[in-house]
């Protein structure tokens, strides 16, 4: 099964998304801080990352941006109260693959989610076939 990291400062909202997540068969890993999940994912692996744009020290924003740099293939969902056209722009050009007014519907997010995940898994399925 996929494996999702979440990326939010607070509790109850890290616990629901969990919950809901691992309810569809993920594995998930939580983290309160893009600092600590940054750390893990310099050595683990995730197909995607679902964080809060709004966190202490790092962002959501900043993190996303650093897995760009960084080569990692992994989509971006980023979930926000802050829903300006500017911090949607900086989203869009940090490649962020949706974003989330919150509060939101669970599956509205469960289909983002799947829908993340196919689009990074069609890359990974031609350079498979091309290797073979």
């Keep these: 099964m996929p494996h ?3 990326v939010e400062d607070e509790p109850a909202t890290s616990w629901a998304l969990a919950e809901g997540l691992t309810d569809d068969g993920f594995t998930i890993d939580t983290f309160r801080s893009a600092e600590d999940a940054w750390v893990w994912l310099k050595t683990g ?3 995607l990352v679902i964080s809060d744009l709004r966190l202490p ?3 959501g924003l900043d993190l996303a ?3 760009r740099r960084g080569r990692h293939a ?3 969902i980023i979930l926000t109260a802050d829903g300006t056209a500017d911090a949607m722009r900086d989203l869009a050009g940090a490649g962020v693959a949706d974003c989330f007014p919150k509060p939101f519907p669970m599956d509205v997010l469960r289909r983002s989610v799947r829908r ?3 689009m990074a898994a069609a890359p990974r399925a031609t350079r498979d076939r091309k290797a073979a």
């Design 74 to 76: 992994q989509p971006v």
């Design 65 to 67: 941006r650093k897995l």
């Design 116 to 118: 993340a995940l196919a």
């Design 45 to 47: 692996h995730s197909d």
């Design 57 to 59: 020290g790092m962002s």
């Design 4 to 6: 999702i990291l979440i």
